[in-house]
């Protein structure tokens, strides 16, 4: 990677011509990226566990243990249990669930359901962030059009995720696509900053314009998780629990995530 100073200089400078930039705490070091990279591998084999044994009939609060148990066997610690309050290991949101589902013995899974699994492990400090949709049985194809469509947003809006480039660029490439095939994209909810905090500073936007934003430079470290509606973007919070948000209109809605390193070159995927 360049120089420290080569890269605060060069940051200086689009700061004096006006433009936004990251503080220095966004920043990560070359030691602080190896903990996170460790972080996110757990992370990924945490959410390949999920994915060798989901299955309809299964309860979401048999994920839950499947994240819990397969976390801990690697002697990481599950994030989301006890963050503000959240009773479970991980968010499991269901159809028309948009995210921060929590895991029931009540919920079953079945043939037709989409579900998103959102894993996040903190290793010796630092942490790793991701989740992946699940299409148990068979689904509709208007479902396997969403899941497969917001992929595809992940993936576009990870493409422009450039160094010297602009959080904005993100949000343009996500919304760009999503409209295009008739989806909307929630608003509220967003990717973050990650790595030494479950969530950091900045947010990331998955609606925006091109070269709009904050600059984006080497040593960034944070989530793009698209949360993409098959209808209108509006949403609620379940008033019953005060954490799951689930689209107005009952519709379904799909995400994907992946924690990313911004690079010299470009940037690299550390959590799928």
Known sequence: MTDLAQIEEKIAEYAAKGYEVPTKDMIKTPEEIIGIRQASKINTNVLDAVAAKIKAGMSTDDINTIVHESTIEYG?????LNYEGFPKSVCTSVNEEICHGIPSSNVILKSGDIVNVDVTTLYNGFYGDASRM???GKVTPQKKDLVLITKECLRRGVEASQPWHFIGDIGAAVSTFAHKHGYSVVREFGGHGVGLQMHEEPFISHVGKKNTGMLLVPGMVFTIEPMINMGRPELYVDSANDWTALTEDGKPSAQWE????????GNEILTY
């Open 134 to 136: 699940f299409m148990i």
């Open 76 to 80: 990481a610690i599950p994030a989301p």
């Open 258 to 265: 992946h924690t990313i390193l911004i690079t010299e070159s």
